[in-house]
């Protein structure tokens, strides 16, 4: 009796391993970031006059938190995956 190849299974298993552990590393250093930058963001960018400038760096900023953080929940929780619905 065959099993398949073992070889495939194992190269998946480890695939998705390092996509999980990468997303999981990622969130991480970006939340890092975020905590120990935090104090300096407050002085630096709300205490001052609102500009054009102001607004880029925070949709930047928190932007990249909003994504990394889709990804990370998308890829540890996959039952809430959004499914695509083919329109005819």
């Not at 709300?46 to 998308?74: E, H, M, Q, S």
């Not at 540890?76 to 695509?84: E, G, S, V, Y």
Request: aromatic share 18%; with cysteine.
């Amino acid at each position: 009796m065959s099993y398949g190849n073992n070889d495939s299974i194992l190269e998946g298993f480890f695939s998705e391993f390092y996509t999980t552990s990468s997303l999981v590393s990622i969130f991480a250093l970006a939340v890092y970031d975020y905590c120990i930058t935090f104090d300096q963001e407050v002085e630096k960018i709300w205490k001052r006059k609102f500009n054009i400038l102001t607004a880029v760096f925070l949709i930047n900023r928190y932007a990249t938190i909003i994504v990394v953080t889709g990804n990370a929940a998308f890829q540890l929780f996959p039952h809430t995956r959004l499914r695509l619905v083919e329109l005819s």
